[in-house]
């Protein structure tokens, strides 16, 4: 079976929904076949990768793609990236794509600092992250740096509708609506939803699954003091691999689950740090979760 959201990502400028100026400018680097270093930043799920690769998809390049959350040392850019930029290319330019660039670490972060200059004739990056403020300055400083906003819920219904039509599938708007407003803005979250919930070619919710989502779960445990097998089990049964939200989700709602918020908040404040160089994301929040439970 295949994923939706692989099946429909956008292979042309047109099917791009979304951030109008944005796609304006990459229209002119398309025609002109060569584009600048590019850093796109934004919530998770909004067009970021796809964007990325769209462009690569339409200019005559090279391609080298990496998911810097798996690949985000220094030996990286050393074995990877440098061969690939100093060898002899068959397209017009070499484009090397960093998905999630924002989970490279600093030490690395500086080497590709130094790689961009060295193959500046050459080879063009398209950065990818979440949180602009993890990417050091003076990679910032040599990209055009581009905010991905999500787009309105109602462009994000239209094309979930259009893909229903394409699979022939049935969802009526109120389970349309319920699914959008779990998952906004996170749109890759929103079709998946949407194709996992299909049975004999109708859309079906669990009502459960969506009445409250994984942060509203969390806070709601903290607040009963649950037992942290019992936080663990939310975590387990919410199928995420990501949690960012999460701590600005506690951070904004400290007052909720204890009257120790200045405690709270360090302790929020030092997993969130950790939180960027762990493998094992789950493990790091349930750690925090066990610190904030014991306040």
């Known amino acids: ?45 909004t067009g970021k990768t796809t964007l990325a690769k769209l462009i690569t998809n339409n200019i005559n390049c090279d391609l080298l793609y990496i998911n810097a959350s798996d690949e985000r040392g220094i030996d990286t850019i050393r074995d990877k990236i440098i061969p690939f930029a100093s060898s002899m290319g068959f397209g017009g330019v070499k484009i090397v794509i960093l998905d999630e660039a924002d989970y490279i670490t600093p030490q690395a972060q500086a080497t590709l600092r130094n790689t961009m200059e060295s193959f500046s004739g050459n080879t063009r990056f398209i950065l990818t992250c979440n949180y602009l403020e993890r990417i050091i300055s003076p990679l910032q400083s040599r990209c055009q740096t581009l905010e991905i906003k999500p787009p309105s819920k109602q462009e994000v219904a239209y094309r979930c509708v259009e893909i229903c039509k394409v699979e022939n599938v049935v969802i009526d708007n109120v389970s349309l609506k319920t699914i959008i407003n779990a998952h906004y803005p996170d749109i890759r979250k929103t079709i998946n939803t949407i194709q996992g919930s299909v049975i004999d070619g109708v859309v079906k919710l ?40 999460l701590f600005k989700a506690l951070y904004d709602n400290t007052a909720q689950f204890t009257t120790k918020e200045g405690a709270a908040i360090l302790i929020i404040a030092k997993y969130q740090y950790e939180y960027t160089f762990v493998l094992e994301k789950e493990i790091c929040v349930a750690a925090m979760l066990n610190e904030l439970l014991n306040l």
Do not use: C
């Open 206 to 245: 669990d009502e459960a699954s969506l009445k409250d989502d994984l942060n509203e779960q969390i806070l709601q445990a903290l607040s009963n003091k649950s037992k942290l097998l019992t936080i663990r089990q939310i975590l387990a049964d919410s199928g995420s691999r990501e949690f960012d939200n």
């Open 1 to 45: 079976m295949n994923l939706w959201v692989e099946k429909y990502r956008p292979q042309v400028l047109e099917q791009y929904v979304g951030n109008e100026m944005i796609k304006n400018k990459i229209s002119d680097y398309i025609e002109q076949g060569s584009i600048q270093n590019l850093l796109f930043h934004g919530v998770a799920g």
